[in-house]
């Protein structure tokens, strides 16, 4: 797992969370067991946030960038409303079976809709209107990706993008990830569509409102 501060804190904040279905314990075993870089799974902490904040807004229409083996995928899909569905894409197929199997095994699990292929070309086919919308993908392009989203948020609709602090780096970045970081904050940052806060969870979750 993929966190600033220390461990023990990190544990604390999550056995002091809400608790979760057996599935996501069953699917970070499988990840952490099987994929290659399973640090890249969002985790317990990281998932309640998603669904509770897909709960809060009353999300019905949310996309996400990233399915990786699906925890991700399968804690906005719990948050969200009734008849809500979550459009999410990755370019893997090996993960994206783990998840599928995964999200098989509980009711919110039918919300979720895997799309095979570049995020930039499942993005354009997106309708408007999107209440909340997740991007964990590869960060070199996380610029297209918000350029490609912010449009199609709804007034009031909630961004999150993922792993802006990119393990403390962006302070002093010195390869290609680290540099698309900072330079997507930057972007983010004097971006007057949304209203922004950038939140010290996990990696670094950037959270921001369309005005
Ligand atoms: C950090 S992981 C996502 C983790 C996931 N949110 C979770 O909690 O399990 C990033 C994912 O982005 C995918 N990816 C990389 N480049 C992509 C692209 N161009 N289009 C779609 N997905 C991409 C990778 O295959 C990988 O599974």
């Not at 904040?13 to 994929?35: C, Q």
């Not at 354009?124 to 991007?135: M, T, V």
Request: a negative charge.
């Amino acid at each position: 797992m993929l966190t600033l501060v220390d461990r023990a804190i990190e544990q604390y904040a999550v056995e002091h969370s809400a608790d979760l279905d057996p599935v996501y314990e069953r699917l970070r075993e499988v990840t952490w067991s099987s994929a290659e870089c399973p640090q890249m799974q969002v985790g317990p902490l990281e998932g309640r946030l998603l669904c509770l904040l897909a709960r809060m807004i009353g999300a019905k229409r949310a996309v996400e960038v990233g399915t990786f083996t699906g925890y991700s995928s399968l804690s906005i899909a719990e948050g969200l409303a009734d008849g809500g569905t979550l459009v999410t894409c990755d370019i893997d197929p090996v993960t994206t079976q783990i998840a599928k199997e995964h999200w098989g095994q509980v009711p919110w699990g039918e919300k979720i809709e895997s799309r095979l292929g570049p995020a930039a070309e499942t993005l354009e086919d997106i309708e408007p209107g999107l209440d909340l919308a997740f991007i964990d993908a590869d960060k070199v392009n996380y610029i297209a990706y918000w350029e490609l989203l912010v449009p199609r948020m709804r007034s009031g609709g909630v961004l999150l993008v993922d792993n802006v602090l990119w393990s403390g780096t962006v302070l002093d970045p010195q390869e290609e990830s680290a540099h698309a970081i900072v330079a997507f904050n930057k972007h983010a940052r004097s971006d007057e569509r949304v209203e922004a806060v950038m939140l010290t969870v996990r990696d670094g979750i950037l959270m921001a409102v369309k005005r």
